[in-house]
Structure formats: C-alpha cells, structure tokens
C-alpha cells in the first residue's frame, strides 16, 4: 500500500477533507453539543447528590467527558468514508496514480483534527463551569498523548463499519455503545458505589484506566500502573483496529 507518493498524497486528501468540514461546521457543532450537554446535566443537576470525594464534581467528571467527547466524534469517521465509497470517489482515487492506503489516513487524520477542536471546545466550557488544575506542562503534554492514541484507535475502529456497512444508519451506529461505555466505568461515580459483577467489568474495561490516568494527572496525583494500562489499552486497541481495518479496505478494492 506504501509508496514514495503516500506522504503527498495523504496531504492533498487530507486538505480535501479538512475543506469539507470547514464548509459545514455544524459537524462539529452537533459532536460537541451531546458532551456539553451532559456536563451541565451531570454537574448542575446530579453532582449535588453524588459523592466522588473530590471537591468538584467538574474535575472528577471531565475526564470521561472528553472520551465521550471522542467517542462522538468519530461517527463522522464512518459517515464520511461511507458517503465517499457510496459517491463513487475510492473507485476514482483508485484509477489515479496514487497510494490507496493514502484515502484512509487521510479519513483518519481528518478524524483526529476534528475531534482535536471539539476537545478545546469542551475543555473551554468546562473551564467556565469551573474546572481547575494545577497540572504542569509535561501533565498535559501526558494527558494531550493519551487523548490523540484514544482518538486514533477509536478511529481505526470506525474506518471498518465505514467501509463494510450497508447502510448510513449502519455506518455510523456502533459509536453507540461506545459512547455508553464511560458511563460503565469510574468516569461519573466511583466504582466500588457498584454492585460486585459491575463492578469487576467498571475496573477492569479500558475506560476507568483511561479516565483514571487523566484525572490523577490533572490533580497532581502520582497516575501509578493506571497510565501503562491506559496506554496498553490504547496501543492494543489501535493495533488490533488497524488491522482489521487494512483487511477490510483491502477486500473492499479488490
């Protein structure tokens, strides 16, 4: 799939995709509206009753807002590449002389600019709300890498319904569960508030690890084994994802 054009020609693409969404930015407007939305509801309405032994509920919670946050985001992935391989657009790319596997990184780094500005977005009204941190540069430089691995691996996994799907509604409905996932994990209450089989699956899914890695770092907390298991699930997850979707893309231009 390689070429000595696969730079190149993922930047072309990838300006071509960038360009689409700054012609409709309500793509992002509607990824980011579901995240705020939940942020206000759980922290005006429901952190009052809710007992993390944090001091603000705003900086308990943010964490597994901004997966969620994620988690939206990259339907758009699925839909786009849908639309393109519906539109007749890869059997095009594909007459040209240039790197097939330069079509799907340019999707995928489309994804991750994307979901890069809906982060700030959420991350300034969380900011508004109240949320404070301490955290220093290298924290954040920690908490930006452990984002963008998350971004990418949720991403590969939405390249294959994108391109396997039959169906829009199709394409882009197995964000769904994982937009629910944060809500099974240490993201919103602590999980020993769970009863004993749900709590076992919270503590031990990807997420609480995830979540529990930003929030020590966004506390100054020492983050222990919980940013290695973060990051394993991450890379382990975008490996797995990746190829999965290589094969899939490959059957799908054969």
């Not at 579901?34 to 429901?46: D, E, G, N, R, S």
């Not at 997966?67 to 391989?85: C, K, P």
Request: hydrophobic letters at 55%.
């Amino acid at each position: 799939m390689m070429s000595k054009h696969f730079f190149g020609d993922t930047a072309v693409l990838l300006g071509r995709s960038l360009r689409h969404i700054t012609r409709s930015p309500d793509t992002i407007v509607t990824t980011v509206i579901m995240p705020i939305a939940m942020l206000l509801l759980f922290v005006y309405v429901f952190g009052g009753a809710i007992r993390t032994g944090s001091d603000s509920y705003v900086n308990y919670m943010l964490p597994g807002i901004l997966l969620i946050t994620v988690a939206s985001g990259i339907a758009y992935t699925a839909y786009r590449l849908f639309m393109d391989i519906k539109g007749g657009i890869f059997e095009r790319f594909q007459s040209m002389p240039t790197a097939r596997s330069s079509v799907l990184w340019a999707h995928v780094l489309t994804s991750l600019v994307a979901n890069l500005v809906s982060l700030v977005v959420v991350m300034l009204v969380a900011l508004l709300m109240g949320f404070r941190s301490g955290a220093g540069v290298l924290a954040w430089l920690s908490v930006a890498g452990i984002l963008i691995l998350f971004t990418l691996a949720l991403t590969w996994i939405a390249v294959i319904p994108g391109l396997s799907a039959t169906t829009l509604e199709g394409a882009s409905a197995f964000s769904y569960p994982l937009i629910f996932l944060p809500f099974l994990s240490s993201a919103f209450v602590p999980t020993d508030t769970m009863p004993g089989p749900l709590r076992v699956f919270a503590e031990n899914q990807p997420v609480t690890s995830i979540v529990n890695a930003i929030r020590d770092l966004f506390a100054q907390q020492p983050v222990g084994n919980d940013i290695w298991i973060a990051l394993a699930w991450c890379a382990g997850i975008l490996i797995v994802a990746y190829g999965f979707a290589m094969n899939t893309y490959r059957r799908k231009i054969s």
